[in-house]
C-alpha cells in the first residue's frame, strides 16, 4: 500500500495569468507507519498505567486497612494498660481509705 500526500502550485505566465498547474506527490507511507506504530505504543503505555493505577490502589487500600488495623490494636492495648493500672491505684486508695478509717476511729 502506497500513501501520498500532494501539493498543487499555479504557475503564472508574464502576465500574471495562469499558465500551468505543477503537482507534487510525496511519498508518506513511512511517516503514516510509524505514526501508527507510535500510535500501538501509546495505546500499550496506557493500558499498563492503567493497571498500574488499579494496582497501587489495591495496594495502598491493603496497606491502610492493616494500618488501620495495628492503630486499633494498640490503642486497645493502651486501654488496657490504663486497666492493669486501676487496680494497683483501687488497691492503695483502699488502703489509704483503711487508714484513714482507723485513724478516724482511734
Not at 501520498?4 to 511519498?27: S, V, Y
Not at 491493603?62 to 494498660?81: S, T, Y
Request: net charge negative; hydrophobic share 40%; with cysteine.
Amino acid at each position: 500500500m502506497l500513501l501520498t500526500q500532494w501539493e498543487f502550485a499555479i504557475l503564472n505566465d508574464k502576465h500574471d495569468n495562469p499558465d500551468e498547474l505543477r503537482c507534487i506527490g510525496h511519498d508518506i507511507t513511512p511517516l503514516i507507519l510509524k505514526q501508527q506504530k507510535l500510535r500501538s505504543l501509546v495505546d500499550i503505555a496506557a493500558e499498563h498505567n492503567n493497571r498500574l493505577v488499579n494496582f497501587i490502589y489495591i495496594i495502598y487500600h491493603n496497606i491502610r486497612f492493616k494500618v488501620a488495623n495495628i492503630l486499633r490494636i494498640l490503642d486497645i492495648n493502651e486501654q488496657l494498660e490504663h486497666y492493669k493500672v486501676a487496680p494497683d491505684l483501687i488497691n492503695e486508695n483502699t488502703i489509704s481509705l483503711n487508714e484513714c478509717g482507723r485513724s478516724v476511729k482511734s
